[in-house]
């Protein structure tokens, strides 16, 4: 892997692809315990030294998501490690890591965040809701940043299967939060008066809708974009570096695609609504917006 320029003197602030290992633990959504034992194992390269830090990059970033992206689909650290070892040898996985990586990275450029249990019982309204709390971290919405410090030593990644049992067990003072603004949705309802409740249920039901919308995405993508790179000889080292470049350009389409259909029909269902709602309101009020309408 390649170091970054000497810079002297590290500044202050730093530019936004380099990090300080809390800084990088955070970003990949890890534990700094993990990222010295990735190291000690020879699954990530060492930071680069300046005076009394050690500086990270973003390849360092990257190696770490594709960590954790290979340990969620059963990878063990051992596997993980001829893994690299295989590419770093140029034994032509490096095509394939790449594609794998480019997959399972985060396909949105949100960072996540961090909130402390006193801020998220002020957040919404002061009380602590610990139905609400176990369904959020089942969710996937809050994460308990104690159970991340068994990664490494179940060797396979070690993440809680059952997250209302250890909310339960353990109560933790600080969450890690994988979409800050998913959050902020349900604090956002819940100003409004919308019992948490009834946003966990909807969430639920927009999960299974937005799954299937993504599957209908992928499969279009696998039949009209992927099929040529896919044949009876393995993937080369260009064909998968092609795939992966198409993974990046496919995600924006993705998300823009949504953006403009979900606005689209946003319009559509409110305008319905209201036009439901007119034959309700006194004769002049109705007739006035069903001339607007």
Sequence with gaps: MDTMDAMGTAPRTRPRDEYLIDDLAQAAGTTVRNVRAYQDRGLLPRADRRGRANVYDASHLERLQLIAGLLDRGHTLAGIKELLDAWEDGSGLGGVLGLVAEVT?????????????????????????????????????????????????ADHGGRADDAEADAERCPVEAYRVPSPAELEVAAQLYDLGVPLAASIAHLEELRRDIRHVARRFVQFSAVEV?????????????????????????????????????????????????????KFLPSALGEALAREL
Excluded at 142 to 153: I, K, M, P, Q
Excluded at 242 to 265: F, G, K, S, T
């Design 226 to 278: 992927f099929s040529r790179y896919l044949g009876p000889t393995p993937l080369s080292d260009a064909d998968a570096a092609r795939a992966a470049e198409a993974v990046h350009r496919l995600r924006p389409l993705a998300q823009a695609a949504v953006d403009a259909e979900l606005a689209r029909a946003m319009r559509s269902e409110a305008t319905l609504l209201l036009e439901a709602s007119v």
């Design 105 to 153: 990275a985060p396909w949105s450029d949100e960072k996540p965040g961090r909130i402390t249990r006193a801020e998220l019982r002020a957040r919404f309204g002061g009380v602590e809701d610990p139905e609400a709390i176990a369904a959020a971290l089942r969710l996937g919405v809050l994460e308990r940043e104690a159970a991340a410090e068994s990664d490494v030593d």
